[in-house]
């Protein structure tokens, strides 16, 4: 029914769940990338959601890592990430009624756990975001702003909810956290696969197209080779050509 202790890689961390939880990926679900997630033009989800079914606790667990990347605006953040909750309180009510039997390739299905989180008595909300040092302001100053933004929205569905630096969250709520290094997302082992196949198709049909072109060209030569130009086929062309086609204009031109 679950996996106890799923790990699972989100960028450049992986997320170790204690056991007993289930962890499900929206993004790994059929349901959600084919139909919920075009819903209203855009339906956002929250990285991991979990659940415990004998404490009956609910998290949804949100991974952004700036470092590499500019910072974004926080008003604009702070939408996005309240979005991203609704949008997955949404999910999961709608997909415990009508995602379908699926077998993701991380974690449990989004019809599993949605099922079983409509016994939730509490739902827990973590946001852990990483901040480059670049900006006017240094990083723990602006996550602290985000924080107090966010938890204005948030704290009637979650008045402990988290907002701290991926690499501290480990060890405040269930998971602990270890470097990825190579590794990748089942998501994006998917994709990488995917192009890689969609490579080894593309280079089989330029093969087998090349080799049908060589083929074709044997063909013809073989054709010419074995079928001359009938006769009076020489004679039109030669016509064609000003000469007038006798014996004594070819003795003439050779």
């Known amino acids: 029914m679950y996996k106890p202790g799923t790990s699972c890689v989100e960028g450049m961390h992986r997320f170790n769940f204690e056991a007993g939880y289930l962890v499900c990926r929206c993004e790994c679900s059929p349901f959600y990338s084919r139909h919920a ?3 209203c033009n855009s339906c956002k989800e929250m990285d991991f959601i979990l659940y415990h079914p004998g404490k009956k606790e609910l998290w949804l667990i949100e991974v952004k890592d700036y470092r590499f990347n500019a910072r974004p605006k926080v008003r604009d953040l702070v939408e996005k990430l309240c979005r991203k909750v609704r949008d997955s309180l ?5 997909a415990a009624l ?30 852990t975001i990483e901040l480059g040092n670049t900006g006017l302001f240094p990083p723990k100053a602006l996550l602290s702003t985000i924080r107090d933004l966010l938890y ?12 701290l630096p991926i690499t501290e969250s480990g060890g405040v709520g269930p998971w602990t956290i270890t470097p990825a290094g190579d590794e990748h997302s089942a ?27 060589q083929r074709q060209e044997a063909r013809r030569r073989r054709r010419r ?4 130009l009938p006769l009076w086929k020489q004679r039109a062309q030669e016509r064609e050509e000003g000469k007038s086609g006798t014996h004594a204009d070819r003795k003439k031109s050779s």
Do not use: W, Y
Not at 225 to 228: G, L, N, T, V, Y
């Open 187 to 213: 998501r994006i082992q998917r994709r990488m696969e995917e192009a890689r196949l969609a490579r080894e198709r593309e280079e089989k049909r330029q093969r087998d197209q090349a080799v049908f072109e």
């Open 90 to 94: 949404f999910l999961l009510r709608t």
């Open 98 to 127: 009508v995602a379908p039997e699926e077998e993701p390739p991380e974690g449990v299905s989004l019809r599993e756990i949605a099922r079983l989180s409509q016994q939730a008595k509490h739902i827990r909300v973590a946001f």
């Open 225 to 228: 080779r074995k079928s001359p």
């Open 37 to 39: 997630q075009n819903f």
């Open 152 to 163: 204005r929205q948030i704290c009637f569905i979650d008045p402990q909810m988290m907002c």
